[in-house]
């Protein structure tokens, strides 16, 4: 439209301005006419007209809204390297850009660039920011950037806020939401209706059904503008908690407000009533549904089916599964995933079975659900069938099926399988992960196996593969218990000069990485040094933990406290109970046995003499 006015200006012989011009640029980018616009900016300067700050950050923003985001910031700095007057829009028009195309790295330069050529940063330019550190789920960089606008007495707004919160709900950490929510309130931050249903849903999300109410009350006290949304929120969280009775009445409220119940409020109601075992209160529903003009959906079955599972009505879900009369796969799923989260995991085996016989395979989620419940109750077995099957098929298993596999098969210290997965995963192109080596090598360290540990670690510093802390303690532990275990075997002998080496190059490796040993690192090397007798590097050692700010547990001072019994040391044995009572830790069984032994040792040894 503003195209065709354009030319019908241009064709009565009127003369446009700089708005005029700005305004064509603007519609000609919406439309993707990128190269036309510059045209007009051709058609400008022929006319006499100038263009303003606007019309330069319109084509700019133009460019950044279809993925050209950096040809946008080249535009920009060049603008700028003549003295082109350029205002906040454009640079907020391209970190929106870059967070668009994922590049925030880039969107951070901007930042920096603004700042070394003294733009001020508003509202909006952080709010673009925060939205891609949120979407990545980087809490913790949304929430400094947040700090920083206060800092710089920039103004927040309920559009970042909610991006804050809905992140934080996101990640899983919902009563951390509530605690965020809460303190921008008492910071006098305007909140709106969105920031509030995400406060009410955590709340919901984590049992604090009192104050979800309390917050939905106090939005209808300050005349906020309600709608299906809200009730639906407040309606999930009663029936999360069981509370069918008051969700159905606030159900009825919402009706009775000339609010119309969507698809996702049934959804809803049909999953709490299913969850709770109440079958024929969900098939009434969807009755209800129908009459009301809606028709249940593939979502809508699979929570009737799943929440049936929950509820333990696992053979009403069978009998609603087998009703449905085109099934699809995501119905397939859901009964899987059903009998799993029933704890039928031999029913979803054969179930899986059965399928993959007439060609069904599942999604990825569901397999990796069933895979994991196999892992769980030591069908091992089973697991590798289903692995097995993955392969042979179109769907590539995922890194986390891989992991769990292993996992699996290093708990049963069954290596030599967990080394043919491990091999299959790098081989299908997969770079295992830290956590992947870490298991790996834990698992031949439980089985004596320190070769092929340290070649696993050797392996993994050669892909660019970080060691962290738990790497190297993996590795201290299983060369500590080896070299603990031939001094036991063969007192006489001193064959275990290799393993004290490899301890000695890991712990200088750590230093030189400048990785700080935790608690865990620290107890393996205290619980070494006193089986071995060399009470004072123990004590040595325990006293530097403490010193960098590291509180040792029971764990740590048991290890300790073993080493004094070994030495007949029972007076200091005592006063490092005592010590541990002092810091709040209390002794357990093995602790206290441990002390009652040796106390019982050393008064034997005195009725002797």
Request: glycine letters at 8%; charged letters at 25%.
């Amino acid at each position: 439209m503003a195209v065709a006015v354009f030319q019908q200006f241009k064709r009565l012989g009127l003369s446009s301005n700089v708005y005029t011009y700005s305004i064509m640029i603007k519609a000609l980018c919406r439309k993707g006419n990128l190269e036309e616009a510059v045209d007009i900016f051709q058609e400008m300067e022929e006319a006499g007209v100038n263009p303003n700050a606007f019309t330069y950050a319109t084509y700019i923003e133009g460019l950044c809204s279809h993925g050209r985001s950096e040809l946008g910031y080249e535009v920009l700095q060049e603008l700028r390297g003549v003295n082109i007057p350029i205002d906040v829009f454009a640079y907020t028009a391209v970190i929106r850009g870059f967070v668009s195309e994922m590049k925030l790295k880039e969107a951070e330069s901007v930042f920096c660039y603004m700042d070394k050529v003294g733009v001020v940063p508003d509202s909006y330019c952080y709010g673009a920011l925060i939205q891609g550190y949120c979407k990545i789920g980087n809490i913790l960089k949304a929430l400094v950037l947040h700090n920083e606008m206060a800092l710089k007495g920039i103004k927040t707004n309920c559009m970042i806020v909610s991006l804050i919160l809905q992140c934080l709900c996101q990640m899983g950490m919902a009563s951390e939401a509530v605690d965020q929510f809460n303190n921008f309130k008492d910071l006098g931050i305007f909140l709106d209706e969105v920031s509030y249903n995400i406060a009410v849903d955590a709340c919901c999300k984590i049992g604090k059904l009192e104050e979800a109410v309390r917050l939905f009350d106090e939005m209808k006290g300050k005349k906020m503008v309600l709608d299906v949304v809200h009730y639906t929120t407040l309606i999930n969280g009663f029936c999360l908690q069981g509370k069918l009775i008051d969700a159905l009445n606030l159900f009825e409220e919402m009706k009775e407000k000339g609010f119309k119940p969507d698809l996702v409020t049934y959804n809803v109601l049909a999953g709490g009533f299913s969850r709770n075992g109440l079958d024929q209160e969900a098939l009434y529903l969807l009755d209800y549904m129908k009459g009301q003009g809606l028709k249940a959906n593939t979502v809508t079955h699979n929570i009737i089916i799943e929440g049936l599972c929950i509820g333990g009505k696992v053979k009403e879900a069978e009998m609603f599964f087998n009703s449905l009369e085109d099934k699809c796969l995501d119905n397939y799923a859901a009964m899987l995933n059903g009998y799993c989260k029933a704890g039928d995991t031999t029913e979803a085996y054969e179930f899986f079975v059965r399928l993959s016989k007439q060609g069904v395979l599942m999604k990825k989620s569901s397999c990796l659900k069933l895979l994991t419940n196999l892992c769980m109750e030591g069908e091992n077995g089973k697991a590798l069938t289903l692995f097995e099957t993955l392969l042979a098929s179109d769907y590539a298993p995922c890194k986390k099926i891989y992991g769990k596999l292993i996992a699996a098969f290093c708990c049963s210290r069954d290596m030599k399988m967990a080394q043919w997965v491990f091999d299959v995963m790098v081989g299908s192109g997969l770079t295992p992960d830290v956590i992947t080596y870490t298991m790996m090598i834990n698992g031949y360290c439980k089985v004596d196996c320190l070769n092929k540990a340290c070649d696993l670690f050797k392996d993994m510093k050669e892909r660019g593969i970080e060691p962290d802390v738990i790497v190297y303690t993996v590795l201290l532990d299983g060369h500590c218990k080896a070299k603990i275990k031939k001094t036991d075997f063969l007192p006489n002998v001193g064959g275990n000069n290799g393993e004290t080496k490899a301890v000695c190059s890991f712990w200088s490796e750590m230093i030189e990485m400048e990785l700080k040993p935790d608690v865990i690192c620290y107890t393996v090397l205290i619980d070494n040094h006193c089986k071995s007798d060399n009470l004072q590097d123990a004590i040595g050692l325990f006293d530097e933990m403490i010193d960098s700010g590291l509180e040792p547990d029971t764990v740590t001072y048991t290890a300790l406290l073993c080493g004094y019994c070994r030495q007949g040391n029972v007076n200091r044995a005592v006063t490092l109970v005592n010590e541990m009572s002092f810091r709040g830790i209390q002794p357990d069984v093995i602790t206290m046995s441990a002390l009652y032994h040796r106390i019982l040792k050393a008064k034997k040894a005195q009725f002797r003499h």
